[in-house]
């Protein structure tokens, strides 16, 4: 069992940066790939990208790349997400997942989630 706990949220210009965290529990953080998703209200979750259990293979949906970069420290139990260019089409509730064989875009894949974080970019 795995909880998860998001933080690092809030209101920025269009253009500016954020850093989104999310923190683990449990002693096996490292065996989880861990994925960051957001939604805005009346849509789909949507996938916003992935890191793999040592850090080092990562993939971003086309929208972000460039943008956003995740991360991780599994001596923290906790993966990152730098945001930076923001644009209002960023604004909604992201949120960390966690999977032991998930990758990529199918929120199915991922039976840990958090509570979620809101992000508003505004123009």
């Known amino acids: 069992q795995v909880q998860l706990v998001e933080s690092g949220g809030g209101l920025v210009q269009a253009g500016g940066s954020l850093r989104l965290s999310c923190t683990a529990t449990?002693?096996?953080?490292?065996?989880?790939?861990m994925g960051w998703f957001r939604q805005v209200p009346g849509k789909e979750r949507e996938f916003v990208a992935v890191?793999?259990?040592?850090?080092?293979?990562?993939s971003y949906t086309n929208s972000v790349k460039g943008r956003f970069t995740i991360s991780r420290d599994n001596a923290k139990n906790t993966v990152y997400l730098q945001m930076n260019s923001l644009k209002p089409d960023d604004t909604a509730v992201y949120y960390c997942?966690?999977?032991?064989?998930?990758?990529?875009?199918?929120?199915?894949?991922?039976?840990?989630w958090g509570q979620g974080t809101q992000v508003t970019v505004s123009s």
């Open positions: 890191i793999g259990g040592g850090g080092s293979i990562t």
């Open positions: 449990g002693r096996t953080f490292t065996t989880y790939r």
């Open positions: 997942a966690a999977g032991l064989s998930a990758w990529g875009p199918a929120a199915t894949q991922y039976p840990y």
